[in-house]
């Protein structure tokens, strides 16, 4: 304990000395010497990692190789930087492996391991309601805080390929409900379609559950092995998190610039104010009227929401996040 609290004191301190050498070179027009200035982050960055090192912690970990993907942005070759996207893209690539088979399991082992699957359909219909509300209220908040902060509106120059980017074709509206239904799951898992295999795994779940309990069993007791290897199986992916936004970070510094920072600070202080609001007025009400301890609750999804944060997807925290939510006590049945 003594150690971990000299790591974070010494990275307080690193930190505070780079934000005033910063500062004095920004502000003060002191002329500070470009050594002087890598070497303050870095030992920053050093700290944090030892910290995180001390108190086994993977969000302290990401938040550390989030510090060292911006240095290595910033000083490292472009063409190793940009080169650097490799990790995150790997990372996200195995990431995408666990999605399908968790969810067949736990949603086969949610199904069918009821025994009453009316009480299934009244869960599925409030979680569905619930769902609905709340995003609405998320897209209200979204939309007000967006359009007073006026965020973004600096981006307009940025320099992106749009040439690589593919268009995809509008859907109409039979064509998009038709979507929804897998016409091969091997097909669906192949292209990530992640709702179409949500659709197999509930109608499959559901049949699983009209069986006598003899004969769904052995498959019950395969999804909850499934299910627990997968687990496993992100235990051992998250362990190369660090590396991904790492590599992610690089990247992005090389390719734009340190200057895409600078546009974007206003998107995220309206992002971060947002959330904020969006916690407060409606998350925290919901957890108290329903008697969620709401600490307990926010320190479990504190590394799930960094990941999604540092990585820019939220595929690659919903593994961990619902192992983090069988951790906090929602029940697998």
Known sequence: MKQSNNALFAAIGFFTITAILQALKTWAGVAMPNELMLISRLLFAGAVFYYAYKIKSLSTFIFAAMIAGILGGIYLPKGIAIDLKLLSDIFLKLIKTIIAPLLFGTLVVGIAGHSDIKQVGRMGWKSLVYFEIVTTFALIIGLIAINISQAGAGLENLAVDTESIKVADPLTWK??????FPKNIADSIAHGEVLQVVVFSILFGIGLAMLSKEKRKPMIDFAESLTEAMFKFTNIVMLFAPFAVFGAL??????????????LIKLLLTLYVALVAFIGVVLIPIMLITGIPVLKFLKAVREPATLAFATASSESALPIAMERMVEFGVPKK
């Not at 064509?175 to 929804?180: A, G, M, P």
């Not at 690089?250 to 610039?257: D, E, I, K, P, V």
Request: charged fraction near 10%; charge should be negative.
């Open 175 to 180: 064509e998009t409900i038709l979507h929804i």
């Open 250 to 263: 690089s990247y992005t510094l090389a390719m734009y610039g340190i200057d895409v920072f600078g546009n």
